[in-house]
């Protein structure tokens, strides 16, 4: 059988059955869209079915060469993959040409997570006038007091009972369709507790969310960026802020401080804890500094 030359029948296909099967995230959705753009792109005129493991590797190369980075580019052929092996399971496919093929290895770059210091300097203020004021400061203590990811904060509603702040717990569904209960702490429900008085000031009538933007909908993950950007600016941070960092440091500082590293991946939803591992490399890099600074054999003379 013969696909479509422009493939488009069978990604939509491909991309409704990860939607309603594995309930994937929109902007998960999006990415594996953009890179199976990315093939048809460079098949041009050649059915899909015509694609052999050779030519695999010449398009990796190929993107690699148009300054793909090692990381983004195994997510490209993750995408791919995953796609002939749906097309080989579900229609009959014969092969699937990417079973072996994998992208140039990367360093894995460490989280970058604020200090204990910088965090509180971050959240500590005095200054909400404002309602958006206000929002701000009830978002940023979330993302880290609890190490939600910035698309589980603005999914939260206002009446759906996930935010219990009398219980000092929130439910967010991240990753893979998981559900994850996590802790509130008292410094997040303080200023949740305030913004919500003030939030009917910013939304509009029947809104749902519990964070509202500008003009009375549910915030945008930019949004929440860019404020958390300009409010680090306006506080002497000279690191570029960003909500993941929030959630970066969030790990790092319950990992120094309890050392439970089973806590903390049921904490953040990572599926294996391989994932939560890398911030023991932080909690090592703190210790480091510790001991350069004090041990009389490390300092230099």
Known sequence: MRLRRDGAAVVHEYLDALKHQRRLSP??????????GLLFALL???????????????FAATLHAQGLSPRTLA???SAWRGCFRWLVRHRGWRSNPLLGIRAPRASRPLPRALSVEA?????????????????????????????????????????????????????VTGKGAKTRTVPVGEKAREALQTWIQERERLALPGERALFVGARG????????????????RRRGLAEHVHPHMLRHSFA??????????????????????????????????????????????????
């Open 119 to 171: 965090a509180q300097k971050l959240l500590d203020t005095d200054e909400n006038k404002s309602p958006s004021e206000i929002r701000d400061h009830a978002m940023f203590e979330l993302l880290y007091s609890s190490g939600l990811r910035v698309g589980e904060l603005v999914a939260l509603d206002v009446d759906d009972g996930r935010l219990d702040l009398r219980q000092g717990e929130v439910t």
């Open 252 to 301: 790092s500082h319950l990992l120094q401080s309890s050392q439970d590293l089973r806590a903390v991946q049921e904490m953040l939803g990572h599926a294996s804890i391989s994932t939560t591992q890398v911030y023991t490399h932080l909690d090592f890099q703190a210790l480091a500094k510790v001991y350069d600074a004090a041990h009389p054999r490390a300092r230099k003379k």
């Open 44 to 58: 041009k005129n050649q059915p899909l079915d015509a694609l052999d493991a050779t030519q695999v590797r010449r």
């Open 217 to 232: 909908r549910r915030i945008s993950a930019g949004v929440v960026a860019a404020r958390l950007r300009a409010w680090a």
């Open 27 to 36: 902007a998960t959705l999006g990415n594996y869209a953009r890179s199976l």
């Open 75 to 77: 997510l490209v052929l």
